[in-house]
Nanobody, 119 residues
């Protein structure tokens, strides 16, 4: 099991930027696909971005393509999400998650970090 702790959330004006970090412990994330998800009030949790355990393949939700960038530093056991050109609709709790390679589900989750974007 991987323990995940997110940080970097906060209050920002529309058009601003934030960088979220997800520090992992307990196991190396080298063999894990990593993802960022978010949940806004009254809405279901949605996938924001993912990065594969090998090859650095990334994927993004259509709503964030071109604005958000996911990256990982396996040496630091950390995953990042750069959020640029933020919009009020990006307001949500952002969660980091880990999925062991070749498995279907993300089974390890962090506690989340709040991102609030003011108009």
């Amino acid at each position: 099991q991987v323990q995940l702790v997110e940080s970097g959330g906060g209050l920002v004006q529309a058009g601003g930027s934030l960088r979220l970090s997800c520090a992992a412990s307990g196991r190396s994330i080298n063999n894990y696909d990593m993802g960022w998800f978010r949940q806004a009030p009254g809405k279901e949790r949605e996938r924001v971005a993912t990065i594969s355990w090998i090859g650095m393949t990334t994927s993004y939700a259509d709503s964030v393509k071109g604005r958000f960038t996911i990256s990982r530093d396996n040496a630091k056991n950390t995953v990042y999400l750069q959020l640029n050109s933020l919009k009020p609709e990006d307001t949500a709790v952002y969660y980091c998650a880990a999925r062991y390679k070749f498995l279907s589900n993300y089974n390890d989750w962090g506690q989340g970090t709040q991102v609030t974007v003011s108009a």
